[in-house]
């Protein structure tokens, strides 16, 4: 690194980058006309839906494309240098030392039968530092992403560590020749939210101390508002919209933006039962379709003429922005696709489901697993039981024992409307399984993908009814309707279909016998941001016409705190707070609920609590509270040694700590005033 | 833990090995019906028939025979061959040292050829040498042992007169002189192997060319070979031991073909003869100990892949 | 595909299927699909119509004995046999015995294996355990050896072949069906199935087995290759087939003899003929296989 | 033209008759009628035990013809077994040369089992125990009885006792005396029916064989068998000398522990299934001199791997190898071929039980589609002799020539007994085993039959399949067996016709042949054998209820440097004056 490219160039720049792939024997447009530059000491944001071609961004300026894809125009270049023209030694010199790549999954972006302190090491060798030299550096480095206890580390190999711990290795190897750029690609998703967080703050601590550049890359507009200075909005291979992170999300200038913003519910938007969520009609077009226009008019509500004839250049707009669309002036005055007011709906006080003293021990090599413990919950007719906590916490196991897919242990009592639930689902009767019914979290695997949707629907209909086969039939149409699919649809395979319509016939599926809860087991998580506000408003629409109750399984806190009445938070297969979902949300929080929320990216950073070290095993759970080995607001003793009850601290909040709900509140910095004065709490 | 797991695939293998003696006994035992009068044939007397019956002791209730017979393979002792009056164990060891030399002269030219042929492959993948050796090696692998046999006796042995066309070498011969005349026999093997291990170890490595630590590795700006080497191969590999070692069982029953082929004494033409001449006690024993050799052999490729694989050697010790 | 996905919520999305029509695309392109297939082609034909196109009777006649084993000539282009039958009609005629046996050891050991894959997958638990460890003892056994001990007991003939190679297959069939099985099991479709308490033969047959399809067809073209090459390792071992009928695998090992008498013929051709037929019918597999992944 | 005899001959003949038993006096007189051949003579004189010095004098003295050789050189001599200049030798003894050195190597069938001569019954264990183990007397190729172990034997005018005198200062290769006891145990042993026995019924009481002395043993009969001898002979494998120590601690396959026995050869070293090699017994009782030091044997199972051996010159001989096998070095410049005919022959059954061949009009129709000779020359390289559908050889001296006429192709003549019989075209199974040429025979019964529009299913099987599940299986089937050579016709008649024979496939009743075969059996005089001989074969031609289609000659392949070599049709292999060029 000279000292001349250090100042006149920017860290990358990317000129009207083209790129295909080869699909069979044609060739595809993936990317076209890409335009950004990457300040030095900047951090710069690439956002978008899946398949977008934002990964593809990130390979091609690794000059690392996949055995089908050609770079067909533009120019990448780092630093001034131009990647698409080098030698393989230069390439491997401008990896080694200029450019480094954080990855989506770090539990496979390790070698796995190579110790990590050898891996590590690599990257100092390459670099050409001294053998004897080389293992204090891989320390200083691990050292540097906070891993507590780097020479034992070191020794590990990748499946002896968690997803957080080889994720902070990946991000060693990388920032451990100060990089001239870092390119970050989704490098949190799939970690649970406390883990996110804190990689999160890593990142940023990190690029704070050596100054290096980054490309972030995600599907999640609060991380990459949280992380990024800069932004651009990735649509089907084209840049929407360029600028400054604070301008282009508060006052964004393309109608892809805003509609994205809009789906997405968040702290300040209202409650379910106040507003909809808006959508985005139509799908993503798909890879190399042939588009002449706007690639965005099939789906924007702003739509005219001119936009289906000439497709717009990136116009810069008010704000260092530019804006590829016609009406940028306009976008923000996009009319909402779905009208504001909720469904209505009742609620009762009357229990539908009660299960109590319940638990659930799994058998694995000899040894017993506690999968659940103690556990006792109540879902009341209508409303929505949100069911939060990390991955591993029980919730889907809760699901199951309540579906009768697992049988729990002795001593768990199961009530439907009072009456005694069989624990198996074989031994219940017709009504009682048609009464719980689930939505499951990816519609791929939920639905036979050799099978109609008329098949789909029609046999559960069958099945659960027992009636006719017109009976049958009109019912099936009927649940269509319901899910605002027509008829059309009824002799697609689920692959015709795209992912929000199959989990809508997922859900008809789950309505068929006129359930009375329906299990929501991360209904939206598989699917693409825009589509998700529509299946939550299908949710609440639905459940405003059957009255149904839902148990709402989610790790989107934003959602939960949008759909759901009342909110259940679990840890290691015990509740730790249960409570209304204001209640929950405003707080004084049970220590790991507090930990969970701050974990938010849409949090500021000095708010927030950390969580230490893993989620303990099931198998081996700590002693006293199983919360005590990584509580910030531990207390003592007894924390170590009793298990605290899930108690009701106030009138329908439950929460297992053995802390005082006043301590709790000072802890937690709130004037004493709030709870008493939300009215939702009773 | 590699403790526990060792022990538990012992323990599956034994059971397997058990149920393959209650099955070899079922089949060489009860099925026949009539031991005696199947060896003797029709024309023995009755008495003779039942002496020879109390000689085998397939007289005796099946549970009692199957206990002392498996008891007998516990400490060795199979029984005696009908027709060759010698102990089973004696024999079928005899005929196993000769198979065992066939086999590792196959298996010396076999598995460098082989992997050598997979990584190549792999590397070149699409290229005509990548096309050559997957469908190459395909087609050799499908073709019976038999045919290629005959066309490799038909030119070394018959038309150029390079090697001979026998397995046997004359009594006393050199080492040199006896692997000379397994050459053929063991290029007959080499070919069905070769293409059925190139292509799993092509398929390993395509597989770690992809993997994401493969990326991680080249994207830290390790050169190729390195890469290659050490990332790829380290982890491609792994499988293909497996597969080299559950190959014991592809070749025990090509032995027998290639055997009878060039007339080699060993197992496969040993259990040939045994099914040909009725010889039941031979029979039980020869496929009990076969079996007996593929269950040892997959659970030493088990430990062996466990052992190099740190994710099975050091899980739950993390 | 190409693409790396991301899926919004981090979990990998299943990659959709191929379609029926682009997999017959991607066969259509492969060159060795079409080599292969169209050998086999040439033989199936030559396996229904070999009576009308030999040149001689591949059966002949006693006097032919008298112009045994002659060479290779313009009567006879691939010469004759030991009892001085034309070598090339027994050879054409011969493709009708091989592909009738593996087709039918095929499809037996198909139908039955898939059946009880399916059930040992689905029904899981102490019966797979129990199922897997029986399978895993009898796959011990060298199938070669299997076939010559279950044929000596049988009694060697053509039904016996056919069922011998069709247990044999079996068990193996029943093992990747097993895994397809247990891999489709995990899916939330079967839950779902278990949710409105369906009815656990539907749920195998109507739910599990199309999705399994595929590879039951690939195992099944795989399956036939080594069905034709079990077929003629056991003729040629002896088992199974009247020495009249043409069959490659006898023919060669009834004049292997000769080799050393420098007559070459009534091997040569028999061995090109197998050759030529599994090669292609492995490079159909290979290529099906290759297009259903 | 017969010569005159000189008065000394008379003289001498007229002492020679005065000494003989009846019986002798009875065969020299029908050789002196000329009733019986020369040949015939010096054979049926040897079983009754008359001494070759004799046989030799009388056969000049009471010459029919004008042949006036004598025997061969070797037989006056008595050095060993089978060394009469009849035997089939690939050329000419006692040439010089590397005589009393050098090592055999002979490549022959691997024994069915371990070597033992209770169990053997199969050419591979015959072969290698002739080699160490010699028997009272040895059947040679055209039936001479040639006294080994026994000097000389004769029975009582009755036919039913026998007495056998041993040769003195015989010794076991361990230098232990050969004596009476030992023989007495021999055949107690296969009188109580322990041991296989090429004789299914040997047709004594154990406790009728007694040692007389330790020279002399005496075998009392259930009934007169002029044969015996035979019975006694190399014929009979199973029944070589052993030490009566030998049965003591007797297990199966204990005689390959030292190979006890009289024999030319002691065991050096054996490899089971693969190789035997022996050294020269220096102390043999006759004179080996020019044999010579080592014998090495390479067993193969696939005739394949012999030929390719002899080619690569890694054997001297190939005792016995089938004309399919040896196809190779038949006509090879490199091999040495000699054959002699042998009364091997395979019987081609009818179930006579069931139609269709319980009509014999089938039955001589199929007979009558077969060429036998080109199937001799097809199927055996032209090494066999056209069969009569009956399975007396024209070698046996009962043998009565032409009766009847030969059978032969004529399917005009088929095809009108099968419409006389009225059955058609039909469809039947034809089984058989894997066995020399068997198969290809079965496959031209097959095509040959098809002619007449009769469809036979051929199934070949192992033999232990096909023994046990198609072999006497009534199913209106056709078979094919082997019969292997033996030096009496009787086994031949005997188990596969009689209506009770254990060995009858074609499950063919019919008094009158029980009848005549009892008579022949039982008929000491070769004239009345010969007549019911004829009677037999013209009924068996009738009858078919086999074909025997033609015999089988006995290949010896030998490299041209090597001679010597002795075989019989049994497939006894005597290598005493064997020896290099």
């Not at chain 4, 169990?119 to 015959?126: A, K, Q, V």
């Amino acid at each position: 690194m000279t000292a001349q490219t250090a100042i006149t160039h920017p860290a990358l720049e990317v000129r009207d980058l083209a790129l295909e792939y080869r699909i069979g024997p044609d060739w595809k447009s993936a990317l076209r006309d890409i335009n950004f530059t990457v300040e030095r000491g900047e951090s710069f944001g690439l956002v978008g839906e899946s398949g977008c071609g934002k990964s593809t961004v990130a390979m091609a300026i690794m000059h690392y494309l996949p055995r089908n894809g050609r770079v067909t125009q533009g120019s990448i270049r780092l630093a001034g240098r131009d990647v698409t023209d080098l030698s393989p030694r230069e390439l491997r010199d401008l990896r080694v030392n200029k450019i480094s790549m954080v990855y989506q999954n770090p539990g496979t972006a390790l070698n796995p039968s190579i110790r990590i302190g050898r891996q590590v090491e690599d990257v100092f060798e390459l670099m050409g530092v001294p053998a004897r030299e080389r293992e204090g550096r891989v320390r200083q480095v691990l050292d540097k992403v906070q891993i507590a206890d780097p020479i034992r580390v070191m020794r590990r190999y990748p499946h002896q560590l968690s997803g957080g711990m080889l994720q902070r290795v990946v991000i060693a190897m990388a920032i451990a020749s100060r990089p001239a750029l870092l390119i970050l690609d989704e490098p949190t998703t799939g970690l649970d939210a406390t883990v996110e967080a804190e990689v999160l703050d890593l990142v940023r601590d990190l690029r704070d101390e050596i100054g290096t550049s980054v490309l972030f890359i995600s599907h999640s507009l609060a991380v990459i508002r949280k992380m990024c200075d800069r932004v651009a909005v990735l649509y089907a291979g084209r840049l929407m919209a360029v600028g400054p992170t604070e301008e282009t999300f508060n006052n964004p200038s393309h109608p892809y933006t805003v509609g994205l913003l809009r789906c997405l519910p968040s702290p300040e938007t209202g409650r379910r039962d106040e507003t909809t969520l808006d959508t985005i009609p139509g799908f993503l077009p798909p890879l190399g379709a042939e588009i002449t226009g706007c690639i965005y008019a099939e789906r924007c509500g702003n739509v005219q003429d001119i936009c289906r004839e000439v497709e717009p250049e990136l116009i810069p707009v008010p704000g260092d922005s530019v804006s590829r669309c016609h009406f940028w002036d306009r976008a923000q005055e996009l009319p909402r696709t779905v009208p504001e007011a909720a469904p209505r709906r009742e609620r009762s006080e009357e229990t539908l489901l009660a299960i109590t003293n319940a638990s659930k021990t799994f058998v694995q090599d000899g040894a017993p697993v506690y999968a659940l413990h103690d556990i006792d919950l109540e879902i009341r007719v209508g409303e929505t039981v949100a069911l939060v906590g990390e991955s591993g916490s029980g919730k889907s196991t809760l699901a199951k024992v309540l579906l009768g897919i697992h049988a729990p242990d002795d001593g768990t009592v199961i009530a439907l409307s009072g009456k005694g639930l069989s624990a198996k689902v074989a031994q219940r009767t017709q009504g009682e399984i048609g009464a719980i019914q689930m939505v499951f979290q990816n519609p791929d695997s939920a639905l036979n993908r050799r099978h109609s949707v008329r098949r789909i629907i029609g046999r559960a209909v069958r099945l659960l009814r027992r009636e006719g086969r017109k009976e049958t039939d009109d019912r099936t149409k009927n649940l269509m309707r319901e899910v605002r699919m027509g008829s059309q649809h009824l002799l697609a395979k689920p692959r015709q279909l795209s992912g929000g319509l199959k989990q809508r016939v997922a859900i008809a599926r789950a309505f068929a016998g006129t359930p009375a809860l329906v299990i929501c087991d991360e209904p939206t998580s598989a699917l693409d941001v825009s589509v998700q506000a529509a299946i939550i408003n299908l949710l609440a629409e639905l459940q405003a016409e059957e009255n149904v109750s839902y148990l709402f399984i989610s790790h989107d806190l934003n959602v939960v705190r949008y759909i759901a009445d009342r909110v259940a938070v679990m840890y290691l297969g015990r509740l730790m707070e249960v409570g209304s979902s204001p209640r929950v949300f405003a707080g004084p929080h049970h220590p790991y609920t507090e930990a969970l929320l701050s974990a938010s990216p849409d949090l500021e950073e000095d708010t927030r609590i950390r969580l230490e070290g893993e989620i303990p095993a099931a198998s081996n759970p700590p002693s006293g509270c199983v919360f005590q080995t990584r509580c910030p607001r531990k207390i003592g003793v007894i924390c170590e040694t009793v298990e605290p009850p899930l108690e009701e601290a106030e009138p329908g909040w439950f929460k297992r700590c053995h802390i005082p709900i006043e301590e709790l509140r000072l802890l937690q910095g709130q004037p004493p005033a709030e709870v008493t004065a939300d009215p939702a709490t009773t | 833990m590699m403790g526990r797991f060792v022990l538990r695939r012992f323990g599956l293998a034994l059971i397997t090995l058990a149920l393959l003696s209650v099955l070899v006994f079922i089949g060489t035992q009860l099925l026949p019906g009539d031991v005696g009068r199947r060896v003797l044939g029709p024309f023995a007397t009755q008495e003779s028939v039942d002496a020879l019956n109390a000689r085998l002791g397939t007289d005796r209730p099946p549970l009692v025979q199957y206990t002392d017979w498996i008891g007998g393979a516990v400490t060795g002792d199979l029984g005696d061959s009908i027709t060759f009056a010698r102990p089973v164990t004696e024999l079928v060891g005899r005929a196993l040292i000769n198979s065992a030399k066939l086999a590792a002269l196959a298996f010396v030219i076999v598995v460098p050829l082989s992997i050598w042929g997979g990584i190549l492959a792999a590397l070149r993948r699409g290229r005509l040498i990548d096309r050559l050796i997957t469908v190459g090696g395909l087609s050799a692998t499908v073709i019976p042992e038999f045919v290629s046999g005959i066309v490799l006796i038909l030119i070394f042995a018959v038309t150029l007169g390079w090697l001979p066309g026998t397995a046997s070498a004359p009594r006393g011969s050199g080492f040199f002189t006896q692997m000379r005349h397994l050459l053929l026999p063991a290029i007959c093997l080499t070919l069905v192997l070769f293409g059925y291990i190139a292509r799993i170890t092509r398929a390993g490595v395509i597989e770690a060319m992809e993997a994401d630590y493969t990326r991680t590795a080249i994207l830290k700006g390790l050169p190729r070979r390195v890469v290659i080497r050490r990332e790829v191969l380290r982890n491609a590999l792994l499988p293909t031991i497996a597969v080299v070692a559950s190959q014991m069982g592809y070749l025990i029953g090509g032995l027998v073909v290639v055997e009878v082929l060039f007339s080699y004494q060993g197992i496969g033409q040993l259990l040939y003869s045994a099914a040909q001449n009725a010889d039941f006690p031979l029979l039980a024993g020869g496929v009990l100990v076969v079996g007996a050799m593929f269950q040892g052999s997959m659970l030493l490729a088990d430990l062996a892949y466990s052992w190099l694989n740190p994710r099975i050697r050091l899980a739950g010790s993390g | 595909m190409a693409q790396p996905s991301h899926s919004a919520g981090g979990f990998r999305l299943t990659i959709p299927q191929a379609t029926r029509s682009q997999r017959w695309q991607v066969l259509r392109r492969s060159a060795t699909f079409w080599v292969g297939a169209t050998i086999v082609v040439i033989w199936v034909v030559f396996a229904i119509f070999g009576d009308f196109v030999t040149p001689f009777d591949p059966l002949g006649t006693p006097a032919d004995v008298l112009n045994r084993l002659e060479a290779p000539s313009g009567e006879h282009p691939l010469g004759t046999d030991e009892l001085g039958r034309d070598v090339l009609s027994r050879v054409l005629a011969g493709a009708r015995q091989v592909l009738t046996v593996a087709l039918a050891a095929t499809v037996l050991g198909t139908i039955f294996g898939t059946a009880l894959g399916l059930v040992v997958g689905y029904a899981g638990g102490i019966v797979d355990e129990i199922l897997s460890r029986i399978l895993d003892a009898f796959l011990s056994i060298p199938l070669v050896i299997t076939g010559m001990l279950a044929l000596t007991a049988l009694g060697p003939n053509t039904l016996g072949v056919i069922v011998v190679i069709g247990l044999v297959f079996t068990p193996i069939i029943a093992k990747t069906v097993r895994a397809a099985v247990l891999s489709e099991r995990q899916l939330d479709y079967v839950t779902a199935a278990q949710l409105r308490r369906d009815n656990g033969l539907y749920v195998l047959f109507v739910e599990i087995l199309p999705n399994v399809a595929n590879v039951i067809i690939v195992e099944f073209t795989v399956r036939l290759g080594y069905a034709i090459f079990t077929v003629l390792a056991l003729s040629f071992l002896g088992f199974g087939i009247e020495p009249s009928i043409p069959d490659w695998g006898l023919m060669i090992a009834q004049h292997r003899g000769y080799l050393t008498g420098g007559i070459w013929w009534p091997v040569l051709f028999p061995a090109l003929a197998i050759a030529s037929l599994v090669v292609a019918v492995n490079l159909v597999a290979d290529s099906i296989s290759q297009a259903f992944e | 033209m017969r010569a005159k005899k000189s008065p000394f001959v008379r003289e001498r003949l007229d002492a020679i008759r005065r000494k003989a038993s009846p019986i002798e006096n009875h065969i020299i007189d029908e050789y002196a009628a000329g009733k019986i051949t020369r040949r015939d003579f010096i054979r049926r004189g040897t079983i009754v035990g008359m001494s070759f010095s004799v046989l030799g004098f009388v056969a000049t003295a009471c010459a029919t013809d004008d042949v006036t050789t004598t025997l061969g050189g070797a037989v006056t001599t008595a050095g060993g077994p089978g060394t009469t200049g009849a035997t089939g030798t690939t050329g000419a003894t006692g040439t010089t040369g590397a005589a009393g050195a050098g090592t055999i190597r002979a490549a022959m069938i691997t024994p069915a089992g371990a070597i033992d001569p209770v169990l053997t019954n199969d050419e591979g264990r015959l072969a290698i125990l002739g080699q160490t183990g010699q028997y009272l007397t040895f059947s040679d190729a055209e039936l001479n009885l040639i006294p080994v172990l026994a000097e000389s034997w004769e029975p009582n005018d009755t036919l039913d006792v026998w007495t056998f005198h041993l040769r003195q200062g015989v010794t076991y290769h361990d230098g232990s005396p050969m004596v009476a006891a030992d023989v007495v145990a021999v055949f107690n042993n296969i009188a109580e029916g322990n041991a296989a026995s090429a004789y299914e019924t040997f047709g004594v009481d154990p406790a009728n064989i007694v040692a007389l002395d330790d020279a002399t043993v005496e075998f009392t009969l259930a009934r007169p068998n002029g044969s015996f001898p035979f019975f006694v002979s190399s014929d009979n494998y199973n029944a070589i000398i052993v030490p009566a120590s030998f049965w003591d601690g007797y297990a199966e396959g204990s005689y390959e522990a030292e190979f006890p026995g009289t024999g030319i050869w002691q065991i050096e070293n054996l490899e089971q299934g693969v190789s035997a090699s022996f050294v020269k017994n220096q102390n043999y009782w006759g004179d080996n001199s020019a044999q010579p030091e080592r014998l090495e044997v390479l067993w193969y199972d696939d005739e394949a791997v012999a030929v390719s051996a002899f080619q690569e010159g890694r054997v001297d001989t190939i005792p016995h190898i089938s004309s399919s096998g040896g196809q190779a070095l038949l006509e090879s410049p490199d091999a040495t071929v000699a054959s002699i005919s042998t009364a091997q022959h395979r019987q081609v059954y009818f179930d006579t039980s069931a139609p269709p061949f319980n009509d014999k009009r089938v039955r001589q129709a199929v007979a009558l589609t077969l060429n036998r000779q080109v199937l001799i020359d097809g199927l055996l390289a032209g090494y066999g002799t056209v069969g009569n559908d009956h399975p007396i050889w024209s070698l046996f001296p009962m043998y009565s020539p032409d009766t009847p006429a030969q059978r032969d192709e004529d399917l005009t003549a088929a095809q009108g007994l099968l419409d006389a019989a009225g059955v058609g075209s039909f469809s039947a199974p034809l089984d058989t085993l894997q066995f020399a040429e068997v198969e290809d025979l079965a496959q031209l019964i097959q095509a040959s039959a098809s002619q007449v529009g009769i469809d036979l299913q051929v199934g070949v099987y192992d033999s232990g399949t096909y023994y046990n599940d198609y072999w006497l299986a009534a199913a209106g089937s056709m078979g094919i067996v082997n019969y292997g050579h033996r030096g009496v016709p009787n086994v031949y008649m005997a188990a596969p016709l009689l209506s009770d024979g254990t060995w009858n496939a074609s499950h063919w009743v019919n008094e009158a042949y029980d009848d005549l075969y009892a008579q022949f059996a039982s008929a000491p005089d070769l004239d009345t054998q010969r007549q019911l001989a004829g009677e037999i074969q013209t009924l068996l031609n009738d009858e078919v209820p086999f074909i025997v289609p033609y015999y089988v000659d006995h290949i010896t392949i030998t490299q041209p440097n090597f001679s010597g070599i002795a075989v019989t049709g049994m497939g006894h292999v005597d290598l005493i004056n064997a020896t290099f060029a």
